[in-house]
């Protein structure tokens, strides 16, 4: 079997080359460059790659030029394809194009294309795989706007293992099968090392897409090569593979912002994973059953701050849209039962919890549930954001937007403790999730965006300087799951998820800065 592969080969995954043990080999072609991602938005020195094709196995390490500069502010929306017939059956697909969508997939990038109907996009690449072109299809609809077919965003290689069922996997492949499942980073098969091919891919697909003359952009593609994007993007190395959910359909929002000085721009994720589906329904992560959960809740928007991200006081009452904002929020909690219900001495913030807890204590008589709900609340001091906030609005006129760069704008001092306050309050979460008395737990953090966002850093064991690196919106939810329970690593099921806000809810291209800049 070995003998049809060299480790310095790629496999071509659109044409069949042969059949064995019931899946299929593909034809070789030239393998691509491979790049090590020092940083990103989080550090702004890179180095750059020698000429000649490097990669350290040791180290998993990439080397590479900084990401392209930028004139003007670009927007990226990546979308996963539909469900497809191999999604189905729990076929293993990698990067094989003998499957197609299912009528549930095609429905569902119908619901993607209502998504983003009415949005603006300059031009579209997609995934040559017939699942993602399909998708793409299907979004683009009547455009007229450009069509770009990249074969660097197909899924991701997996060489002898597409075509098996995920059983046949671990009985063929036993030992290989197991690293794909704990160790993904390291994994290896056929002398290659597929989550590191992706990684290299694409970083490559970046300087493709950013070198395009859109400033709004769609992509369309798979599962693992989106979660390589967010990850490379925000400078995170190959062990953060399945730690970004991407669902059938999930779109996900990349801002690249020009510096003033030029060089690599200001990268910031918008947006991760808003599907057609809830995104606390089921129990599953990625393929992965879990019981452990943290939701996190933005309060609803204060009068001074409408429906961006910062008010100009630490301590503000929610205006009108923040209280139909907390109680659309509740309402989508409504399917989830809570166990408890953590929240910042914030005015707004304790407010959206009290609105969150009445809803679920009578869920049953809003016909949820066949009995009552009894929610526990708490107030953590370690979440509220009075320093950060009352330095910002020193710094800014106006510090209802958190403009690009505005970390550099707080005092070292202030962020540091900041940051080191919103870890002890992170651990205060990790140990609330840990009861062993109850089998389900889900708990409900209600605070504000900009400790939300540390929050974030803190789970992704991330350094303060991250904290530019995500945006967040007045009552939005972002949801962390826990396969491997508390003391396992967190998964990110979404990020600034506000599609339950109806009305309300946040365009998916809506600038969060400039409209004139998109």
């Given at each position: 079997?070995?003998?049809?592969?060299?480790?310095?080969?790629?496999?071509?995954?659109?044409?069949?080359?042969?059949?064995?043990?019931?899946?299929?080999?593909?034809?070789?072609?030239?393998?691509?460059?491979?790049?090590?991602?020092?940083?990103?938005?989080?550090?702004?020195?890179?180095?750059?790659?020698?000429?000649?094709?490097?990669?350290?196995?040791?180290?998993?390490?990439?080397?590479?030029?900084?990401?392209?500069?930028?004139?003007?502010?670009?927007?990226?929306?990546?979308?996963?394809?539909?469900?497809?017939?191999?999604?189905?059956?729990?076929?293993?697909?990698?990067?094989?194009?003998?499957?197609?969508?299912?009528?549930?997939?095609?429905?569902?990038?119908?619901?993607?294309?209502?998504?983003?109907?009415?949005?603006?996009?300059?031009?579209?690449?997609?995934?040559?795989?017939?699942?993602?072109?399909?998708?793409?299809?299907?979004?683009?609809?009547?455009?007229?706007?450009?069509?770009?077919?990249?074969?660097?965003?197909?899924?991701?290689?997996?060489y002898s293992f597409q075509g098996l069922l995920k059983h046949e996997g671990k009985a063929k492949f036993g030992n290989a099968y197991s690293q794909w499942q704990k160790d993904p980073a390291n994994f290896n098969i056929d002398g290659h090392y597929p989550v590191r091919?992706?990684?290299?891919?694409?970083?490559?697909c970046w300087n493709k897409i950013l070198n395009h003359k859109g400033k709004s952009v769609l992509v369309v593609a798979h599962n693992a090569v989106n979660q390589a994007l967010v990850a490379t993007a925000l400078g995170l190395g190959t062990n953060y593979f399945r730690?970004?959910?991407?669902?059938?359909?999930?779109?996900?929002?990349?801002?690249?912002?020009?510096?003033?000085?030029?060089?690599?721009?200001?990268?910031?994720?918008?947006?991760?994973?808003?599907?057609?589906?809830?995104?606390?329904?089921?129990?599953?992560?990625?393929?992965?059953?879990?019981?452990?959960?943290?939701?996190?809740?933005?309060?609803?928007?204060?009068?001074?701050?409408?429906?961006?991200?910062?008010?100009?006081?630490?301590?503000?009452?929610?205006?009108?849209?923040?209280?139909?904002?907390?109680?659309?929020?509740?309402?989508?909690?409504?399917?989830?039962?809570?166990?408890?219900?953590?929240?910042?001495?914030?005015?707004?913030?304790?407010?959206?919890?009290?609105?969150?807890?009445?809803?679920?204590?009578?869920?049953?008589?809003?016909?949820?549930?066949?009995?009552?709900?009894?929610?526990?609340?708490?107030?953590?001091?370690?979440?509220?954001?009075?320093?950060?906030?009352?330095?910002?609005?020193?710094?800014?006129?106006?510090?209802?937007?958190?403009?690009?760069?505005?970390?550099?704008?707080?005092?070292?001092?202030?962020?540091?403790?900041?940051?080191?306050?919103?870890e002890k309050g992170w651990n205060s979460l990790l140990a609330e999730l840990s009861d062993e008395l109850e089998a389900e737990k889900n708990v409900v953090v209600v605070g504000h965006p900009v400790v939300h966002v540390a929050l974030i850093g803190h789970c992704l064991?991330?350094?303060?300087?991250?904290?530019?690196?995500?945006?967040?919106?007045?009552?939005?939810?972002?949801?962390?799951?826990?396969?491997?329970?508390?003391?396992?690593?967190?998964?990110?099921?979404?990020?600034?998820?506000?599609?339950?806000?109806?009305?309300?809810?946040?365009?998916?291209?809506?600038?969060?800065?400039?409209?004139?800049?998109?």
């Amino acid at each position: 079997m070995n003998s049809l592969y060299s480790p310095h080969l790629a496999l071509h995954p659109l044409i069949p080359h042969s059949k064995y043990d019931g899946h299929f080999y593909l034809c070789r072609i030239r393998r691509p460059n491979f790049f090590h991602v020092r940083s990103s938005s989080i550090s702004k020195e890179r180095e750059k790659s020698p000429s000649v094709e490097k990669f350290d196995f040791e180290t998993q390490s990439y080397s590479t030029a900084p990401f392209p500069s930028i004139r003007i502010a670009k927007r990226v929306v990546l979308v996963r394809h539909g469900q497809s017939t191999w999604n189905e059956e729990g076929r293993i697909q990698g990067s094989s194009d003998f499957s197609v969508l299912t009528p549930k997939g095609e429905a569902q990038a119908e619901t993607s294309k209502q998504m983003l109907l009415t949005d603006s996009f300059d031009v579209c690449f997609s995934s040559p795989l017939s699942r993602s072109k399909r998708t793409a299809e299907i979004i683009w609809a009547v455009r007229s706007e450009e069509m770009i077919s990249e074969y660097d965003l197909r899924e991701i290689d997996l060489y002898s293992f597409q075509g098996l069922l995920k059983h046949e996997g671990k009985a063929k492949f036993g030992n290989a099968y197991s690293q794909w499942q704990k160790d993904p980073a390291n994994f290896n098969i056929d002398g290659h090392y597929p989550v590191r091919e992706l990684w290299a891919r694409a970083r490559n697909c970046w300087n493709k897409i950013l070198n395009h003359k859109g400033k709004s952009v769609l992509v369309v593609a798979h599962n693992a090569v989106n979660q390589a994007l967010v990850a490379t993007a925000l400078g995170l190395g190959t062990n953060y593979f399945r730690i970004l959910l991407q669902s059938n359909c999930g779109v996900s929002v990349l801002d690249f912002t020009p510096r003033p000085e030029g060089g690599s721009p200001y990268i910031c994720l918008n947006r991760l994973n808003q599907t057609p589906n809830s995104p606390i329904a089921g129990g599953s992560s990625g393929g992965r059953k879990t019981s452990k959960r943290i939701i996190l809740v933005c309060h609803g928007a204060t009068e001074s701050n409408g429906q961006v991200g910062l008010s100009n006081s630490g301590d503000q009452a929610m205006s009108m849209l923040g209280v139909i904002q907390s109680q659309k929020t509740a309402e989508l909690l409504l399917d989830l039962k809570v166990s408890s219900i953590i929240f910042s001495p914030q005015r707004a913030s304790t407010d959206t919890a009290t609105t969150i807890s009445k809803v679920q204590e009578a869920a049953d008589c809003l016909g949820a549930d066949c009995i009552p709900r009894y929610v526990e609340m708490k107030q953590i001091k370690e979440l509220q954001a009075d320093h950060l906030l009352q330095q910002l609005c020193k710094d800014s006129a106006d510090a209802s937007l958190l403009q690009p760069g505005w970390v550099n704008n707080l005092g070292e001092k202030v962020l540091a403790e900041r940051w080191d306050e919103v870890e002890k309050g992170w651990n205060s979460l990790l140990a609330e999730l840990s009861d062993e008395l109850e089998a389900e737990k889900n708990v409900v953090v209600v605070g504000h965006p900009v400790v939300h966002v540390a929050l974030i850093g803190h789970c992704l064991n991330l350094s303060k300087e991250c904290m530019e690196s995500f945006q967040l919106d007045a009552g939005s939810i972002s949801v962390i799951d826990f396969p491997e329970g508390p003391t396992g690593r967190g998964v990110i099921r979404c990020i600034n998820y506000t599609a339950h806000l109806g009305r309300w809810s946040i365009p998916v291209t809506r600038p969060s800065v400039d409209d004139e800049s998109f």
